[in-house]
């Protein structure tokens, strides 16, 4: 397997931060859903750990968000593949603008969850009987939840043309 991207196909950096960054985020997800589960499930009592995990999901997402600036240096940097032959003029417009909505995710997504842990001025009570006191109150805690489930719905929406263009062109394997 190639490094880098050639005519046929992408290289292994780009597949490699590609399936990173989807297992990064299935992981992100749900461990953002399942939050109060999770902490019941390891900890075995209704005590403020789901709080504490959310610290957990703020540096899940701190590392999407770096993923996704290596990611867009690289693209950046590196040529892509050539189209290929079984994708339409229509669909390539479409998966250009997919590509354009994924990567503007993978930064509103983790910068409105941080907004909403370090700026919104929201306290937590967390595990051990401490108090988070977020360092800043500049953002409204609704507005900031809002922003980043609806960043969830379009990540959603952008991804399930993503794979159903690539399932439906049978061009999935260009990136495995």
Known sequence: ??????????GAVAKG?????????????????????????FVNDDSDYDESLVFV????????L???????LWRLATPLPSWSERLSALDRRIEHRVEQV??????????TGLA????????????GDHEWQ??????????A?????????VLYTAVAVHVGLALWRRTLRRMV
């Open 116 to 127: 909403l842990l370090y700026l919104s001025g929201e306290e937590r009570d967390i595990a």
């Open 57 to 64: 999901h703020a540096w899940l997402g701190i590392t999407v």
């Open 102 to 111: 994924l990567y503007l995710t993978l930064f509103v997504m983790p910068a």
């Open 17 to 41: 931060l590609h399936w990173l960054t989807v297992a990064l985020l299935v992981a992100q997800i749900t461990l953002g859903y399942r939050l109060e589960e999770f902490a019941e499930t």
């Open 145 to 153: 939840l809002a922003a980043h489930v609806a960043s969830h719905v």
């Open 66 to 72: 770096a993923l996704a600036m290596i990611r867009l």
């Open 134 to 143: 977020p360092p800043f109150n500049i953002v409204d805690a609704d507005i």
């Open 1 to 10: 397997m190639r490094l880098l991207n050639h005519d046929a196909g992408y």
